[in-house]
């Protein structure tokens, strides 16, 4: 069985397609392209296989979790007090969404069995306008639902198709109108952000987060043990509450505050960041083009924030709307962040210098920490001060947070607009410049 990833292998680079040939469709399977005979792509490659095999579980688990949806309405007591109907099935939907991600990822491999052709994606104006609409759509039509207080539940459903037709966007304006990456090779792309990169950031974060809890923790109780009593008390009463308040005073303790942008603004971005593109790593066998290795970041990137802004919208609460439209935000964030880094790994690979990848690692990691602590600066003057920053009672104070918040808001405003320009901007010069080469 070969080994060779052909599900990652590029298109002729002898195309003459017109204008019209190359504005195709955006979500829907475009027409099958015949590969260069010097590619030779073997369509039972075990990548292939590996595409239909996982896809087809990822299905298999959505069907699953969908299946349980029913279940949420039969909670205990115990748990109804905890968590309610709408929230369980807003998580379910998430869940299962993200293993849905396997149905287009099965098709396009099943599609590739059959035949050696390639279905290549290809951008058309039309449905990222149409796609744009939905998303308005869908974005009013749950705020409805949650203004008149009908079953949050639905507003899971809404999300999932908002945040994908999101990520289409994104893609369809970096790509334009290249038209040399498989529709396989997409799917494959967000499969792997979605569920490898995730999964393995997850681990990796939770060890150093149990490592620095524990270090902490040891800390205390040997040079500070009221301190280490005290924060055991308010864990536990957190326990009986779920009341962040209670944390309060403990977020305004400096060394708090330094270990908290030390975490989220350093040591948590580095490690997605190096995790994020793993599509890319997987096929710098292959030396991909820096266009290809940078759509394949950042199409990691994508299926990462896709996750990950699901699991963070599972309660549904009144800013609803609000916290879906920062979290485009993110995406966009992510999806350039990711994609720098595969850029690099690209450049890795065409000239086995490190330098680059080093560039734009630190690059990535600048953007993602900046990001973040402008979000925990947020975070964290809330949790302090409440709602509207009532609590405060020193007006020259008042303004210094207010200023704050407001530049962190302007700050997170800002990153959004200008990385949706760069990532239309990488993409146009990246799509220039291997039409000039080839």
């Not at 290809?292 to 994508?302: C, D, K, P």
Request: hydrophobic share 60%; with cysteine.
């Amino acid at each position: 069985m070969s080994t060779d990833p052909n599900w990652l292998t590029p298109p002729p680079n002898d195309q003459n397609d017109s204008a019209s040939e190359i504005a195709a469709h955006t979500i829907e399977a475009a027409p099958t392209v015949a590969p260069s005979p010097l590619e030779k792509p073997n369509p039972k490659s075990a990548w292939v296989i590996l595409a239909l095999v996982g896809g087809i579980a990822g299905v298999a688990m959505s069907c699953f979790v969908l299946a349980l949806i029913p279940f949420a309405f039969l909670q205990p007591a115990a748990l109804r007090s905890i968590n309610s109907a709408s929230t369980v099935v807003v998580s379910f939907i998430s869940i299962s969404g993200v293993g849905l991600v396997g149905a287009p990822l099965a098709w396009y491999a099943f599609q590739r069995m059959r035949s050696p052709g390639v279905a290549m994606w290809k951008t058309d104006p039309f449905w990222v306008v149409v796609s744009g609409i939905v998303i308005a759509l869908v974005l009013i039509a749950g705020q409805v639902i949650l203004f008149f207080k009908l079953f949050a539940g639905i507003v899971g459903l809404l999300q999932y198709v908002a945040i994908m037709l999101a990520a289409l966007i994104l893609l369809s304006i970096t790509v334009g109108n290249w038209g040399k990456f498989s529709n396989l090779r997409v799917w494959g792309h967000l499969a792997s952000g979605a569920w490898l990169s995730v999964t393995m950031a997850f681990i990796a974060e939770i060890v150093i987060v149990v490592v620095v809890v524990i270090i902490v923790a040891v800390t205390l109780s040997a040079f500070s043990p009221a301190e280490f009593s005290q924060l055991q008390r308010l864990f536990q009463l957190y326990q009986r509450t779920r009341n962040l308040a209670l944390f309060s005073a403990w977020a305004a303790k400096p060394w708090v505050m330094a270990l908290g942008f030390l975490m989220l603004s350093f040591i948590l971005p580095a490690v997605e960041e190096l995790l994020k593109p793993l599509g890319v790593i997987l096929m710098l066998k292959r030396r991909p083009t820096p266009m290809e290795a940078f759509i394949g970041g950042m199409l990691g990137g994508l299926g990462f924030a896709a996750v990950e802004t699901l699991s963070n919208l599972t309660a549904i609460g009144d800013v609803w709307l609000i916290t879906i439209l920062a979290r485009f935000g993110t995406m966009v964030m992510h999806g350039l962040t990711a994609g720098m880094v595969g850029w690099g790994w690209g450049q890795l690979a065409a000239s086995r210098s490190p330098w680059k990848l080093i560039q734009s690692f630190a690059g990535a990691i600048f953007i993602h920490g900046l990001w973040n602590g402008a979000v925990v600066t947020i975070v964290l003057i809330s949790l302090r001060f409440g709602d509207n920053l009532r609590a405060l009672q020193n007006v020259g104070t008042s303004a210094v947070f207010i200023l704050l918040i407001g530049f962190s808001l302007l700050l997170l405003i800002g990153m959004s607009l200008g990385g949706l320009a760069a990532l239309w901007a990488v993409g146009a010069r990246l799509r220039k410049s291997e039409e000039v080469n080839g």
